[in-house]
């Protein structure tokens, strides 16, 4: 137990203002340390091509094999693309009709054989189209693509959502998308 006399040292040896500075001195030393730690390891950072999708959602629709097509699966996906959404280059195992519903649909062909169809003027279907490889092509709603075996990179090439309709012709047991690094994305058929 202690005097009040003591008691009286202890409390004003380091005043209200002294704490405050003391305080401040260390949370300013600490964030010092946390931004030069922070830059230095930027600094030491290389930017990279994404390898795993960013902002981007599978549901399921439908699925079913055909008894006339033994081995493959015939799938109907709703795909979203948020706004700065990607999915990096990744293939798929067999053939897909993407169909843009909304959006501005970035889309480069990496191999495989691809026809792009834009939307189509009243009452006159719209001529296939050639898709150069390696080129970004921007799609829009209505505008449609016919793909085989693709190898691709896609993106949300604005600022509203893309969403797209994916029709599947595709291999049973075969991941629906696999992305380079053998990163598979697989979505469960809807019954």
């Given at each position: 137990m202690t005097s009040p006399e003591v008691d009286q040292i202890e409390r004003t040896d380091m005043t209200r203002r002294d704490a405050l500075r003391l305080g401040g001195g260390l949370a300013a030393l600490l964030l010092g340390a946390g931004t030069h730690h922070a830059h230095a390891a930027a600094?030491?950072?290389t930017p990279s091509t994404p390898t795993a999708p960013v902002g981007v959602s599978m549901q399921p629709m439908g699925a079913g094999q055909l008894a006339s097509a033994p081995g493959l699966e015939l799938t109907l996906r709703r795909t979203t693309l948020a706004p700065g959404g990607r999915l990096p280059a990744?293939?798929?195992p067999g053939a897909l009709v993407i169909f843009v519903e909304a959006g501005a649909f970035g889309y480069t062909a990496l191999g495989g054989t691809v026809h792009l169809a834009r939307a189509a003027v009243v009452g006159t279907p719209a001529p296939a189209e050639a898709m150069p490889m390696g080129t970004e092509v921007i799609l829009n709603p209505g505008d449609w693509?016919?793909?085989?075996?693709?190898q691709d990179d896609i993106r949300n090439a604005g600022p509203d959502d893309v969403v797209l309709l994916v029709a599947g012709l595709t291999r049973v047991g075969e991941p629906f998308t696999t992305f380079m690094g053998d990163m598979e994305m697989e979505t469960t058929p809807a019954s």
């Open positions: 600094q030491d950072s990744h293939s798929h693509l016919f793909v085989e075996d693709p």
